[in-house]
């Protein structure tokens, strides 16, 4: 399966089964599928990062780091197909092609985020990747140890 950065995809249970962070999302939601997944492609890792309905928890805690820092590129509220989400940039994990399941589909097509809401999500994560470089870790998973993991994997 080609996968394209700015889509939707889902993960098999093998991945969180084999990397066991207890930064990443709970398995299930309500009895559904892990949530969907943003993509970014990178080489021959694959970052990942997590959507929300949960707008209203989401914009609160936005709201609270607005007041504390000024600003929240963490998290993020944006139009994806007919409903607001949240996207959880600081749950994002890298991942392999291996650990994908499939892709994010809606009435037999795969949903499609908007060029300028994938352009800001990809940027706001190159950020706060940037800023973890710089000694300033804002992601919940280890990232590093499962970017490791994920490179073994692929020996």
């Known amino acids: 399966m080609e996968i394209i950065t700015g ?5 098999k249970d093998e991945y969180f089964d084999r990397v066991n962070d207890k930064g990443l999302l709970i398995n299930h939601e309500n009895g559904h599928s892990r949530p969907s997944y943003l993509a970014i492609k990178d080489n021959n890792i694959l970052w990942f990062i ?19 820092y000024g600003k929240c ?6 139009p994806i197909g007919d409903k607001d989400v949240a ?5 994002a994990f890298p991942t392999i092609e291996k650990y994908i399941s499939n892709e994010h589909i809606v009435n037999d097509k795969p949903l499609i985020i908007t060029k300028g809401v994938s352009r800001l999500i990809i940027n706001n994560f190159k950020s706060i990747l940037r800023l973890k470089e710089l000694g300033n870790n804002l992601f919940f998973t280890n990232i590093d140890k499962i970017k490791q993991m994920m490179l073994d994997d692929l020996k």
């Not at 959507?51 to 805690?61: F, R």
């Not at 590129?73 to 944006?78: G, P, V």
């Not at 996207?87 to 749950?91: A, F, K, P, S």
């Open 7 to 11: 889509r939707l995809y889902h993960i």
């Open 50 to 68: 997590p959507l929300s309905t949960q707008v209203d928890k989401y914009k609160k805690i936005i709201d609270n780091k607005i007041k504390k």
């Open 73 to 78: 590129n963490t998290l993020m509220i944006a």
């Open 87 to 91: 996207i959880l940039i600081q749950n």
